[in-house]
Structures are given as C-alpha cells and as structure tokens.
C-alpha cells in the first residue's frame, strides 16, 4: 500500500544547529501539510503545500514540495528548544480518499 | 485544539472488554477522523467520516466499529479489547471542501490513551 516515510527517524541537534527532515511518498500526493507534535500532545498544523516545486517560509522553517509532488522537506534554521517535537508530514494519495501520515522526525535540542 | 474534544483521556481496561471512546467538535467540520499513534508508527488511521451518512475503513479498522452520531460526534469502539490495542487514539476533524484551500488541514483532539491488560 501507500507509504510516507520520514528520514532521520531522530535527530539530535545543539541549540542553533540547522535541521531539515524529508518526507518521502510511494504515491504522488495532491498536496501535503506538516504537523508539528510536542511531547505529551497532539499534532498541530503548521503549513500545507499545494503547486509542485512550491517553497513556503515560517520564520526560520523552510518547506519545500518536490518537483513530482512525491516528496517534501521541512528546514528549520538554527534550531530553538522550542522547537522539540515530532514533525509529520501527511498528505492525500493523488486519485483517493487515502490521507496518509509519514512516520515522523523526533527532534530533541540540546541546550 | 479546544474545538475537538475527547473522552476519556485515559482508560486502564482488561482483555475482552467492549470500551468506546468518544469525540466531539465545535468546529462546524464535516470530516472527523480515527487516528491510532504508536511509538515509531506514526499516525494511522483507523476509520473516517465524511459526513454523517458516511462511514469508510482506514488503514488499521480491524478490531474496531465507529459509530457518527452527528456532525460533531464520532465515537470509536473496541468490541472486545486486546492488549495489542493499547496505544494512543487520537480524533480529528477537517472541513473537507468546504474548507476550501485549507479543507485538508487537520485539527487533533487531545488524544485517549488507553491501556489493555
């Protein structure tokens, strides 16, 4: 079946270290939205992606929507302890009713 | 999200019983979702909703019946729980197309966790 699997699975990252997880579809996707998970929570919205190639700022977060609309990365530049969590990315199978969630990036910063 | 609630948010319950969990939102949403978390699984959904009269399986539905009351109600069963089912669940809701550009966003309730023993 359809797949999204999300590489490093863990990072760990000193405070101000640059972070980038991608995203990784076995079927293209219509569009893809990122979520944000604090320990203990539950997922948050953070930003959906819609055109092919398109590139979104959030402050310091950067995403980006592969060209074939399979894949997509999220950069986080110079890392915070506020940004601890567990980043998904999640999208509809292009042709489906298949809303699929990619495996997630657990992100710890180290102070 | 306060707009989507669920209860209980923790249940300790034993093999073979029934258990439902239940979710609610104030959202005006048409779609809700099933969703059960497990550590280093990700999100996987269980069933989902598009509108009252609509009812479909999601990846993982083997094991559990859900049940949409109402627009803003939909409550999942555990016909006679395992321990294999202990996890995470987590309810959402997304406006669908009506929501325009942003009908896909998803917004999570705060999640069950339940423990079978």
């Known amino acids: 079946g359809q797949q999204v699997m999300q590489i490093p699975q863990y990072q760990h990252v000193q405070e101000g270290e640059d972070f980038t997880t991608y995203c990784n579809s076995s079927?293209?996707?219509?569009?893809i939205q990122w979520y944000k998970q604090r320990p203990g929570g539950h997922p948050v919205f953070l930003i959906q992606l819609v055109k092919s190639g398109e590139v979104k700022k959030q402050k310091r977060l950067t995403f980006q929507f592969g060209e074939a609309k399979k894949n997509s990365s999220l950069h986080i530049t110079a890392t915070q302890t506020t940004d601890v969590g567990t980043y998904f990315c999640?999208?509809?199978?292009?042709?489906?009713?298949?809303?699929?969630f990619g495996t997630g990036t657990r992100l710890k910063v180290l102070a | 999200d306060a707009d989507v609630t669920q209860t209980p948010r923790n249940r300790i319950t034993k093999t073979g019983k029934r258990i439902m969990l239940e979710c609610s939102q104030t959202?005006?949403?048409?779609?809700m979702y099933w969703y059960r978390q497990d550590p280093g699984l990700g999100l996987r959904l269980i069933y989902y909703?598009?509108?009252?009269?609509?009812?479909n399986k999601g990846e993982i539905s083997d094991g559990y019946s859900v049940s949409r009351q109402a627009q803003a109600k939909f409550s999942l069963s555990l016909e006679s729980a395992i321990p294999n089912q202990t996890a995470l669940y987590f309810c959402a809701t997304s406006a669908g197309l009506a929501g325009g550009p942003s009908g896909d966003t998803q917004y999570f309730g705060p999640g069950t966790r339940l423990t079978v023993l």
């Open positions: 079927t293209t996707l219509s569009n």
């Open positions: 999640a999208g509809w199978a292009s042709g489906t009713y298949k809303y699929i």
């Open positions: 909703s598009f509108d009252v009269k609509d009812i």
């Open positions: 959202k005006g949403h048409d779609r």
